[in-house]
């Protein structure tokens, strides 16, 4: 079992900046992957980043510039520096850690407004 809690979303200006982290709990040592992901409302929760147990990152063309996921691996943590944020991209924040065989484990998710 493994147990993510987010924390840093809130309330920002268009062209403001926030980081999200992620902590992981329990058995650490299986997650693969871990990944950020947003539900804007009245939209499908969709991919923000991801990054494996490497370090290495991939990104929603759409935050591709702007957006940066890194990872503590001592801290069991996952970050995502969110710079220039646009209104459409408010909604909850989901953290996500993967582990083999397809197990995926979900937070429960932090708020991120941004207004115009």
């Known amino acids: 079992q493994v147990q993510v809690v987010e924390s840093g979303g809130g309330l920002v200006q268009a062209g403001g900046s926030l980081r999200l982290s992620c902590a992981a709990s329990?058995?650490?040592?299986?997650?693969?992957?871990m990944g950020w992901h947003r539900q804007a409302p009245g939209k499908q929760r969709e991919l923000v980043a991801g990054?494996?147990?490497?370090?290495?990152?991939n990104y929603a063309d759409s935050v591709k510039g702007r957006f940066t996921i890194s990872r503590d691996n001592v801290k069991n943590t996952v970050y995502l520096q969110m710079n220039s944020l646009k209104p459409e991209e408010t909604g909850v924040y989901y953290c996500?850690?993967?582990?083999?065989?397809?197990?995926?484990?979900w937070g429960q998710g932090t708020q991120v407004t941004v207004s115009s």
């Open positions: 996500t850690a993967d582990l083999a065989r397809g197990v995926r484990y």
């Open positions: 990054i494996t147990s490497g370090g290495i990152a």
């Open positions: 329990g058995s650490i040592f299986s997650i693969k992957d």
